[in-house]
């Protein structure tokens, strides 16, 4: 014992000699976080961003505790722009970046002697059935993106890169290129691995909601056109993009004759019945329906077209304390913009609620909890009783199993649909960021992932003089798509936990209308904001501090039984194994025809359509 004494008083010496300088660098620490908060409240615009990034990677260098650190590191990874670029290469950045938004606004499609601006193309999209000129159309818009930001992306690319192998010094991480920073902010360095074993499992259910699509694409337009073996051509699906079938939702309702409360609403909201400040009014009043506060939508807020202004992305933003403005182009024609509606509720909800905490933390818990709060809530919203008490719409107690099925068919294609034209997209990306795409093979590697994952193929021959995935703008402007993946997959790890709060254990059967007792826990995780690590936060709600794609899955489980006994029935292949088949005209320039009216024009196609499906781009969150 006596031979360790001085080796131990040693210790013991050095250990209190050392305290008051780790005691010290917390204080430090603690101050300058404090004083970041403040700095970044309110959207200071005189807060330098670099000084103080510059500043936080100096104090990280030194002792931290654990959420000090977390919060060092989330004000450096949020100042790359500012510390990862030199200024000049800032200045290139810059001017290339934002050149893309207005060839994206300048850029038209010539029809029937018209130029058609993308969100006019979308209503194009979402309402024709004709094959011909959705092909003219899609193609066009592809021809005229992809070839002009090629060149620049590419230079973007390396310059990304390069940045991020400079943040990999700043916060001692091993980011090899710009897809591990990006996974990184995303709060899990193995994303990619976590985002395939989501899809795994949920790519059973998928497949057989494809077959049951493409079957009745297949009636729609004929063997020449739709191979029941074979991907289905991208320009058919209702929308500009295939992230999804929700504009086909007349032709793949289960039970069109059964008298449910979602098809009475289509129908009223088709003849005009509803307007549209009559849906504000009782999508804002869920929150409280749920025993939540109201949602503080501001005044400045509009819903509908302002005159003959453009109508920009819907989306919701904190305009200060306790003002959070929504914007909005509803027609009041469709469901659809209703889904819309109460998410981007649901990102006003959540910043409410998350007001109190500091700025750091007043940023979230993760961006898929934030963009799934008003989803979670919508599938309150599609509950039969819901819907029969909120619009005085018929409930039929005969019609219980056809009336269920056909809401969960509008969820399902809404949510399920979307899921891997997300996951391809930033799939796509990271691999190009980390060279696993070399940029050369950049269009085929692409349309092999969407084939893969989606069973969608392009309608036209496509090499790469082309640059297909640019066609939507989250690629330029380097927006992830990922966590709309992420989002969709906690939300019914959500609206299953409040089931169970709520002593329901049916999630497809759940009615949570009235139930304070449902969402008591839910309010609370969401007023936490981003106070924790987003693993902790979700395990202390749900019990797992994983995303889980179980919840979703049983949640379809009525409707996936159904798909599969139908596509037994009509003998419908599950997959896509006849990968090299093509449509007709895929090598054809006679597919071409329709820019100067030479074949009947979109726009008179149109006076015979009696659906009436609104905006897609107002459709889909992204």
């Not at 230079?155 to 990999?168: G, I, Q």
């Not at 019945?273 to 400045?300: C, H, W, Y």
């Amino acid at each position: 014992m006596t031979n360790y004494l001085p080796h131990f008083i040693g210790i013991v010496i050095v250990s209190l000699w050392c305290a008051p300088t780790h005691n010290s660098q917390t204080e430090e620490v603690k101050k300058f976080i404090d004083q970041y908060n403040k700095a970044m409240d309110g959207f200071s615009r005189s807060a330098d961003k670099s000084s103080l990034a510059r500043e936080a990677i100096g104090l990280l260098e030194g002792p931290t505790d654990n959420e000090d650190r977390r919060q060092l590191e989330m004000i450096i990874s949020n100042s790359f722009h500012y510390i990862g670029f030199s200024r000049e290469t800032l200045q290139k950045v810059g001017q290339i970046a934002g050149n893309f938004p207005k060839i994206f606004m300048s850029t038209t499609v010539r029809v029937d002697k018209q130029n058609l601006h993308l969100e006019e193309l979308n209503v194009l999209f979402a309402q024709l059935r004709d094959y011909k000129q959705l092909s003219y159309m899609w193609k066009e818009w592809r021809d005229k993106i992809g070839p002009s930001v090629r060149g620049n992306y590419s230079l973007l690319l390396d310059l990304f890169n390069d940045a991020s192998r400079k943040m990999a010094g700043y916060l001692n991480r091993p980011f090899h290129s710009y897809a591990n920073y990006l996974t990184f902010q995303n709060g899990d360095p193995n994303l990619e691995e976590v985002a395939l074993g989501l899809w795994a499992a949920i790519e059973p259910m998928y497949r057989q909601l494809h077959a049951y699509v493409r079957r009745r694409l297949y009636r729609l337009y004929g063997a020449d056109f739709v191979n029941l073996g074979a991907p289905i051509p991208a320009h058919i699906s209702g929308d500009m993009y295939s992230q999804g079938w929700v504009n086909l939702f007349d032709i793949l309702i289960p039970f069109p004759k059964a008298d449910s409360p979602v098809l009475e609403l289509q129908r009223r909201l088709r003849d005009g019945n509803i307007t549209v400040e009559k849906l504000v009014e009782n999508a804002k009043s869920i929150f409280s329906d749920v025993g939540m506060p109201q949602a503080n939508v501001s005044r400045n807020s509009t819903f509908v077209r302002q005159g003959n202004r453009g109508c920009a992305q819907a989306h919701a933003k904190r305009v200060a304390k306790d003002d959070y403005k929504v914007t909005m182009c509803m027609t009041g024609e469709d469901i659809q913009e209703v889904f819309l509606l109460y998410h981007e509720l649901g990102h006003v909800e959540y910043y409410g609620l998350r007001e109190s905490q500091p700025y750091l933390y007043r940023r979230g818990a993760h961006k898929a909890v934030n963009e799934a709060v008003g989803d979670t809530l919508r599938l309150i919203a599609t509950e039969p009783a819901y819907l029969a008490h909120k619009y005085g719409l018929p409930e039929n107690d005969a019609l219980v199993y056809e009336s269920k099925l056909n809401t969960l068919m509008l969820n399902m294609v809404y949510d399920v649909g979307m899921l891997p034209f997300a996951l391809v997209l930033d799939l796509w990306r990271w691999r190009l960021y980390s060279n696993r795409i070399p940029m050369a093979n950049a269009n085929k590697e692409y349309w092999r992932l969407i084939g893969r994952f989606q069973g969608v193929m392009p309608p036209v021959f496509r090499s790469e003089n082309d640059f297909d995935a640019a066609a939507k703008f989250h690629v330029l402007s380097n927006a992830p798509t990922i966590n709309y993946l992420l989002s969709r997959i906690v939300q019914y790890q959500f609206y299953r936990q409040m089931c169970h709060d709520s002593k329901q254990n049916e999630l497809s059967s759940c009615s949570l209308y009235g139930k304070r007792e449902a969402t008591l826990r839910f309010q609370k995780m969401l007023e936490e904001g981003g106070s924790k690590p987003w693993r902790e936060l979700l395990a202390d709600y749900v019990g797992e501090g994983n995303f889980n794609a179980g919840p979703m899955v049983e949640y379809y489980q009525p409707l996936t039984d159904w798909l599969t006994k139908q596509n037994k029935m009509e003998s419908n292949v599950i997959g896509w194994p006849n990968e090299e088949w093509t449509p007709k005209w895929y090598r054809g320039a006679d597919s071409n025809t329709v820019a100067n009216g030479d074949n009947s024009a979109p726009t008179l196609y149109l006076s015979h359509y009696t659906m009436s499906i609104s905006l897609l781009l107002f459709t889909l969150p992204f």
